[in-house]
């Protein structure tokens, strides 16, 4: 064997042995409020976190029902089982800020993801859409999309999420710049029963009325891209979110304009690197170019971007870009990991 | 041990009262049951899940046992009258919420709160058992409607909005850990079914709600105010439901609208868990403060031993429902052989 290849092999070896020795023992949860398409994401993100990142796990747990009781168990639970580092989308923004308590005081590191906690809170920072910013761009598509048409349907999730009245007052806010009138909010379904029941009974009885639809939670968008298929009229415009099969296919086929796509994969990747690194040492920048929203003065925008039908087939690649731009810089922009 | 409406009056009959011990009865009981499959399952998940008797999850365990209990109370108390109170959810939210209002926006102090929040309870309660009684229609049916409109008001009435300015001993209270694992919580809930069985045994009006769920019409011949007692029973229900929010706001620190979910429904399932799983009849006239507590305790400990042996989120239900099933038949299978055995 020469010399060179010799080297290669020490150091390779060293490579590894430093590699073992730097594997972390943090295991992540990622928990969200309750079982939801939008989350599955985090599953795949935590497994490729833990991989990329060295850490012990990245788990992706979720409470069996929508109830902040049952998260708050689950997370209890899971501290007891060894987790020591939480990624929580709040069953509750106020309600959840106790058992963010718990789990920092025994140590853990919170952060916040998809969906905020109201400060004062411990969790270092809230990492998710923009929502606001998110909805008030995608009724700012619709709009140009209706051309001078100004009447639209705003379809949206659970008023118990965080996220759902910032959606309704974006919507609201891009619709009145444009003149535009939002002439129906349908809240509280984003399950596929209610989702189901309220669309197709407002679109049967006033589908006539309204020009543009703007759904701004994941089933919403499902159920209101098959209602339009349905009707088989093109006439009524409509923005989704997020990328499910069938919003996609909607796109594709001409009966929708596009979709607001999220970063679900981005916030449980970024997120996993984070909370390792908060458990291992790292502060939060004092001065971290947080932006502010309606619960928190410490929010990371984790990205969102407008695909139409130039773009459907590409949007994995457009999404792993804007998880890649601010992975680049998160170290260095949020962390003070100075020791 | 349960109380109905012969063995709360002590009889030369039965002359032990509310004595436990010596009492052969005792080992073909339901809480009999309850302690031994308590005792079961506690060794299985000590042997099977890792942490399960540390002092971190004892107290969380307990924590969330005591407001299970508490919901029980809330119910069973209305389930001795042969009804139901659906509304016990909402009517807790209101109690809560009203409380977080007065100390928050009108800066009263925190024990005037409490008693205030408690008072609007039995007020609900009150309406609820008014409107059973002078309608005479099942209370399943009257408190469905109240349910939604209690809850209805309270959302309206608040904006959805939570109060999170209270003082801090209520986030201590909620989080405090005597002996580094009993919450205060499960305190109260033993110190409220301790209570419970004192006035079921011992006292009047708690053998008159015996009495007018076990047979109103003879109730009545005997003198028994059946119509006054069942609005107490109400009453009380609302009272328990506000003080359950109570400790709930305690451990979340906040009054929030969604602290039991949508309505108040997801107070339903443990609210009859616990007293029927504890013998409650719900045909009225018996009821197990002890029981309750036993029951409840039964249902989060598999819940919760559940979770540790990371059986699947998903499966947890349904694994729940297949322990609990099998404890039960197991528990019947235990008492159908003593009695056999001619053990009573």
Known sequence: MSISKKIALAAAATMLLAGSAFASDTQVALVPGGPHPYFTAWEQAGKDAAKDFGLAAADYKVPPKWELSAQNELLESLLTQGYNAFLIFPGDPVGSVSTANELTSAGAPVIALAGCLKDPSPAAFCLGTDTGHSAYLGTKELLKAMGGKKRIAHFTGFLVDPNTQLRIDAVEKAAKEEGAEVVQVIADIDAPEPAEEKINAYLAAHAGEVDGIITTAWVPAVVASNALRKIGDKRIKMVGIDHDEVVLKAIKDGYVDGTMLQNPYGQGYIGSFAADKLRTGCKVKADAPFKSNALTTKFIDSGTVFVDAAQVDTYVTAMQGITKDLFANFEKTYLDCAQ | ?344
């Open chain 2, 1 to 344: 041990m349960s109380i109905d409406s012969h063995s709360a009056t002590p009889t030369p009959a039965s002359p032990s009262g509310g004595r436990v011990s010596g009492n052969p009865r005792f080992y073909l009981t339901n809480e009999f049951g309850l302690i031994c499959l308590i005792v079961v399952f506690g060794l299985i998940f000590a042997l099977l899940a890792k942490n399960f008797f540390s002092p971190f999850n004892l107290f969380a365990l307990g924590r969330v046992a005591a407001v299970n209990v508490m919901i029980g109370f809330a119910m069973m108390v209305v389930i001795v009258t042969g009804g139901l109170n659906l509304a016990v959810g909402a009517i807790g939210v209101c109690g809560a919420m009203f409380c977080g209002f007065l100390i928050q926006v009108l800066g009263l102090p925190w024990p005037l709160a409490i008693l205030l929040g408690l008072a609007l309870g039995a007020g609900l309660g009150f309406i609820n058992g008014f409107a059973v009684v002078r309608s005479g229609l099942h209370s399943f049916i009257i408190t469905l409607a109240t349910m939604s409109i209690f809850f209805g008001a309270m959302v309206f009435l608040t904006r959805a909005e939570s109060f999170r300015g209270l003082p801090p001993i209520f986030s201590a209270f909620g989080t405090a850990r005597l002996f580094g694992f009993v919450s205060p919580l499960l305190i109260v809930a033993a110190l409220v079914g301790v209570l419970l069985s004192i006035m079921y045994r011992y006292t009047v009006v708690g053998r008159e709600m015996l009495a007018a769920g076990a047979k109103p019409e003879a109730a009545a011949l005997s003198g028994v105010p059946v119509g006054r007692t069942i609005i107490l029973c109400h009453m009380l229900s609302g009272s328990l439901a506000a003080l359950t929010a109570l400790l709930v706001m305690a451990r979340n620190g906040a009054a929030i609208p969604s602290m039991a979910g949508q309505l108040g429904q997801d107070w339903l399932l443990p609210a009859f868990l616990g007293p029927v799983l504890g013998g409650t009849l719900l045909s009225g006239g018996r009821a197990s403060p002890l029981g309750t507590f036993l029951g409840a305790i039964l249902v989060t400990m598999l819940t919760n031993g559940l979770l540790l042996l990371r059986v699947g989120e998903f499966w947890v239900q349904a694994c729940l429902g297949v322990l609990l099933l099998f404890a039960v038949l197991v528990d019947k299978a235990r008492r159908s052989y003593l009695a056999h055995l001619k053990v009573a």
